[in-house]
């Protein structure tokens, strides 16, 4: 159960303000894969990706709680976060549009449960959906990584309302 400290009695910024301190953070760019309940896929990019422990080992993201997807992957027991390259920002807003088939030319292999891994991806995590938690607009996601893989390479960054590919190490 999370612990909650006592809040401020009012608020000194607005949503927008919040948004713009929110853009000043550099975040990698995810596009999360599960299967659908007919066989099919769905994939979605999200850049609320980051790790929790590494014992064992769990990442997290987050989905909100009107996206029409989330009862699949809420219901699913395993989902595919693909970090994208600095080369995949084609693939990053493909993944964001609501488009009816986003797989659709898209280079992939499928993990060994059968989910799709983004071909060119920096790093792929193949998870167990091991926990949820409704907080606030969003529900966040704990996944216990079964498998994973690292291809060093420059990376998708999303920082101030754009995409920036950096310089590989």
Known sequence: MPIRSPRAPTRTF???????????FATGVTIITTRLPDGGFLGLTASSFNSVSLDPP???????????????????SHYVINVLAGDQQELAERFARRIDNRFDGVEFELSRTGLPVIKG????????????YPEGDHVIFV?????????????????????VATTAP
């Open 143 to 163: 996944g216990e990584v079964e498998h994973c893989v690292a291809h060093p390479g420059s990376a998708l960054v999303f920082h101030g309302g754009r995409f």
């Open 58 to 76: 769990l990442v997290l993201w987050s989905l909100a709680c009107g996206a029409s997807s989330l009862p699949v992957f809420s219901g699913n």
């Open 121 to 132: 991806a920096a790093a792929w995590f193949e998870c167990h959906n091991r926990s949820r």
């Open 14 to 24: 607005d949503r927008r303000q919040f948004r713009d301190a929110l853009s000043q």
